[in-house]
Every structure is written in structure tokens, then in C-alpha cells.
T-cell receptor, first 115, second 115 residues
Framework: IAGITQAPTSQILAAGRRMTLRCTQD?????MYWYRQDLGLGLRLIHY???????GKGEVPDGYSVSRANTDDFPLTLASAVPSQTSVYFC??????????????FGPGTRLTVL | AQKVTQAQTEISVVEKEDVTLDCVYE???????LFWYKQPPSGELVFLIR??????QNEISGRYSWNFQKSTSSFNFTITASQVVDSAVYFC????????????FGQGTTLQVKP
């Protein structure tokens, strides 16, 4: 593993189903983030974690939950998927979340379609 | 409130032309950081540059240059002698020191460089 990996690469999901998007980083970064990318809106922050054991809400958290049991993993869960959650989801990490100065490294993304 | 605006949705140029991508930001913080990311057709996000609010020096890296002007709240990106490989979506983003680590993205500008 090098950098950030995300799984699955893509997924088609029926509305109402539960889905967990996986994200793993091997850079020992403290901070991790989940964004969704929608045409014309850029990337919007869903949830973030500044360190293992803590999480916070971003700009568009409704319908999503996260956990950070350890440094490397930051799964994103859709408890009951809706069509408006159709998007491309990016996981990112940075050395620290306590300073806005750090660049974020992004995973390859997960394309999710909710029907 | 923080905001990043990339007014140019799409730009099309012919190879070897120079092109400037505009970015205007809003923030009430005195300490903040500005970023540019590139998203080629393959989909991953590639970090290009970071600038902090105390450093208004323009930066040049090969064919890329950035013009940061606090007076106009702008952080524009110029590609000199564009190449087909520059075709991508480019995102400008803002991070505030008081909003630790969270990136606020602009809507993105799609650049198409034709041979």
C-alpha cells in the first residue's frame, strides 16, 4: 500500500441499503477527511477526524457517519442510502488537522450510484 | 463566511497558448492558506501549490505560475505554453487557521487544451 487506498472503486446501490466506503492510509497521518464531489459544486467536506478516536462534522454531514478506531482507517457509512448521495467520494489525509497549512493527500475516489 | 469562487466553468485553448485560471476567495481570518489542485481525466487529485496569507510573493514552477493578491482576494494560476497534458479540472481551495485543516473548494475550472 502506498498513500491512500479506497474501496470499492465504484458501486451501484439500491436506495435504502446500508453502505460503508473504506479508506486506509499508510502515511501515519493524524488527520483524515471525507469529501464528496458533485458537478458544479466542487468538493464538499462530509466528516473529518483530527486524530484517532475523534471525529467532526463538515459542511454536508447529514446521512453519513464515520469512525476512527485507529490512525490508518477512516470508514464512511451511509446508513440508508438515498439517490441524492450519488456522487464521487474522496478520502484524504494530512499530517495534522490542527493547522490549515498542511496539504491534503487524496485517495483515488469511490464512484457511488444510488438508484 | 469562507468561500472560494472559480468563475470560469470551462476554458478551451489551443496548445502553446497561455491560460489563466481565476480564483477569488472570501475569509474573515487574517491567517489562511490557499491551494491549487489538479484533477486529470484519471480522477485523482494532485496537489500543485500552497500559499499562506503572509506571503504574497508570486511563485513560478516551470510552466506554472501563481499570482496571489490580498488586495483583491485573488489567487490566480497561469499556465504558460499550455500542453495537451494540462487538460484537467483545476480546483482552488482555502483553509483557515481558525477552521483547522478543513479545505473549502471552489467549483473547479475544466481546462481543455486542444492540439
Amino acid at each position: 500500500i502506498a498513500g491512500i487506498t479506497q474501496a470499492p472503486t465504484s458501486q451501484i446501490l439500491a436506495a435504502g441499503r446500508r453502505m460503508t466506503l473504506r479508506c486506509t492510509q499508510d502515511m501515519r497521518h493524524n488527520a483524515m477527511y471525507w469529501y464528496r464531489q458533485d458537478l458544479g459544486l466542487g468538493l464538499r467536506l462530509i466528516h473529518y477526524s483530527n486524530t484517532a478516536g475523534t471525529t467532526g462534522k463538515g459542511e454536508v454531514p447529514d446521512g453519513y457517519s464515520v469512525s476512527r478506531a485507529n490512525t490508518d482507517d477512516f470508514p464512511l457509512t451511509l446508513a440508508s442510502a438515498v439517490p441524492s448521495q450519488t456522487s464521487v467520494y474522496f478520502c484524504a489525509s494530512s499530517v495534522t488537522g490542527t493547522s490549515g497549512n498542511n496539504e491534503q493527500f487524496f485517495g483515488p475516489g469511490t464512484r457511488l450510484t444510488v438508484l | 463566511a469562507q468561500k472560494v469562487t472559480q468563475a470560469q466553468t470551462e476554458i478551451s485553448v489551443v496548445e502553446k497558448e497561455d491560460v489563466t485560471l481565476d480564483c477569488v476567495y472570501e475569509t474573515r481570518d487574517t491567517t489562511y492558506y490557499l491551494f491549487w489542485y489538479k484533477q486529470p481525466p484519471s480522477g485523482e487529485l494532485v496537489f500543485l501549490i500552497r500559499r499562506n496569507s503572509f506571503d504574497e510573493q508570486n511563485e513560478i514552477s516551470g510552466r506554472y505560475s501563481w499570482n496571489f493578491q490580498k488586495s483583491t482576494s485573488s489567487f490566480n494560476f497561469t499556465i504558460t505554453a499550455s500542453q495537451v497534458v494540462d487538460s484537467a479540472v483545476y480546483f482552488c481551495a482555502l483553509s483557515e487557521a481558525s477552521n483547522t485543516g478543513k479545505l473549502i473548494f471552489g467549483q473547479g475550472t475544466t481546462l481543455q487544451v486542444k492540439p
